[in-house]
């Protein structure tokens, strides 16, 4: 089938429904992946027990790590103390998806936890409080706020001139939401810094690993993306990488 659309593999985490574990993704980040960047899309389990990220890549065009309410367990980045929840089984795949999409030179892309993922796969590490302080401005909204209100909480990004992003976006500056309470500590070797928030800390980076491009954002462009333009321009690039255009 000439026409097909490309395959874009989404990664689940392991989520509690009722008394069970089930292997979830938000709804939010198939669809906007569908309908902006136009990909039919799998869902690949977070079950190393029972399955290698190399018997999969090979049958995916691209694949999409995820935000979660978990974090990566701190020894993947070289430390021990940490604050879950944590997620081993999607750590694992994870960032075993990242080598083997990269080997096959198909593209990579990442949004809030899977940016995180990538930059720790590739050698770097995260910071784990980016609370207000002397240092950073608050990245996450106030505990205790309804979840839509989580969201709300925006603050603007600077765009690399010379950047993927810019060139997709058309412009020097966005306002983003901003949900995360960890962020990059160490920026891993050969990654292109895309965007910075006003207090210096990375947003978004790309490179490209052999063959594979890959693209990551610490915002949620998939948040109501049917009302934000930028976030609609970020799938197309999704799309059109996929494409190889």
Sequence with gaps: MTNARPVLGVIACQRQVGTEPAQA?????????????????????????????????????????????????????????????????????????VDAMAARGRPVFGICRGFQEINVALGGTLRRDVSASDDLLRHHASDGVAFDAMFDHAHPVSLNPDGVLHRALGKAQLTVNSVHFQGVGRLADGLTVEATAPDGLVEAYSTTIGNAPVIAVQWHPEWQPENNPDSQAFFRLMGDTLRGI
Excluded: Q
């Design 25 to 97: 993704v938000i709804e939010r980040y198939i669809r906007a992946a569908m309908r902006y960047a136009d990909v039919a899309a799998l869902i690949i389990p977070s079950l190393p027990d029972l399955m290698s990220a190399d018997e999969v890549a090979g049958r995916l065009d691209g694949v999409l790590l995820t935000g979660s309410p978990s974090n990566i367990g701190p020894h993947h980045y070289g430390e021990e103390a940490g604050e879950g929840p944590f997620d081993p089984g999607r750590d694992e795949i994870a960032l075993a998806m």
